[in-house]
């Protein structure tokens, strides 16, 4: 006698044996497996193996329900484990077929992390998947209460339209967290540019961080570097909505040292800034925890 019957497109993977397996890991007894193809679907039928009712050793219903509760957990594994990293390839190759293979890559990488945790509505850390198994498992039963049949695809698109916006979400942004990093390398890759075009105009600088997210620079000498170029370049960007750490950058790269030594570089809370003086003056940089107060 049947009991439920599965239906996924061929060839997504070894679902048959996914099944299998999980029925002999849930210790279901009496319940065959069987698959049959028909074009491009594979149908996987369960039945139970002994035909009378009297012979289950537990209830008709009750046995019923723990095959069923069984079942959605194999469908919600199934989907959250294997149909969704199908989905995910998808929607990138569809909508995003123009980046480079490496870049779909990043992206899929990107997504997958992003579905692992997601900010919930408190603002805690969750695992998606761990969330979304509870829901996929309640729809699977709802669905059982009046189907014996289940075609995967079908159930995620009327059922699962929340899910398939999640994915989608989280692909988008991982598109957008790859294209900030482009734009990054790229900027990183101009200021770099303007750094060894010009001939330095002191051998050494060293940075001190002050009060206000303020900095101290001064020359090889521990003098104060205070030339008219900074001055007038202060006073073109007086008018400018620019904050200390951008000065910061502009000044050293209109100097373009050879050597920096950054101090009390812990004090120092904005780690962009640091990463980006490293990436444009590579090899040139030196992080000292010496704070010599300037004079």
Request: charged fraction near 35%.
């Amino acid at each position: 006698m049947k009991i439920f019957t599965i239906g996924i497109k061929n060839g997504s993977f070894e679902m048959d044996k996914f099944i299998e397996r999980k029925i002999v890991d849930s210790k279901i007894f009496g319940i065959s497996v069987e698959h049959k193809k028909s074009g491009d679907l594979l149908y996987i039928h369960c039945s139970n193996k002994k035909e009378q009712e009297n012979d289950f050793t537990e209830c008709h219903e009750s046995a019923d329900m723990r095959i069923k509760a069984h079942l959605a957990d194999f469908v919600s594994e199934t989907i959250l484990h294997h149909i969704q990293v199908e989905m995910m390839e998808k929607i990138i190759q569809d909508e995003y077929f123009y980046f480079d293979k490496p870049d779909r890559n990043r992206i899929m990488q990107g997504a997958v992390s992003s579905i692992r945790k997601y900010k919930c509505g408190e603002g805690r850390l969750q695992d998606l998947k761990s969330t979304w198994h509870s829901r996929i498992h309640e729809r699977v039963l709802e669905h059982f209460e009046t189907n014996s049949d289940l075609f995967i695809e079908g159930f995620i698109r009327f059922r699962l339209k929340d899910l398939v916006k999640e994915v989608q979400h989280a692909i988008d942004r991982s598109v957008r967290e790859l294209l900030i990093e482009k734009e990054y390398n790229d900027f990183i890759k101009l200021l770099r540019y303007f750094v060894e075009i010009q001939q330095p105009k002191l051998n050494e600088v060293h940075v001190f961080p002050v009060e206000d997210r303020k900095y101290t620079l001064m020359d090889d000498r521990l003098t104060i570097i205070n030339n008219e170029f900074l001055e007038d370049m202060a006073k073109e960007m007086s008018n400018i909505e620019i904050d200390n750490d951008d000065l910061l950058i502009s000044s050293l790269i209109t100097i373009a040292p050879n050597k920096i030594t950054i101090h009390d570089y812990e004090k120092i809370k904005n780690i962009e800034l640091l990463n980006t003086i490293n990436k444009v003056f590579r090899g040139k940089v030196t992080m000292s925890r010496d704070g010599m107060p300037p004079t």
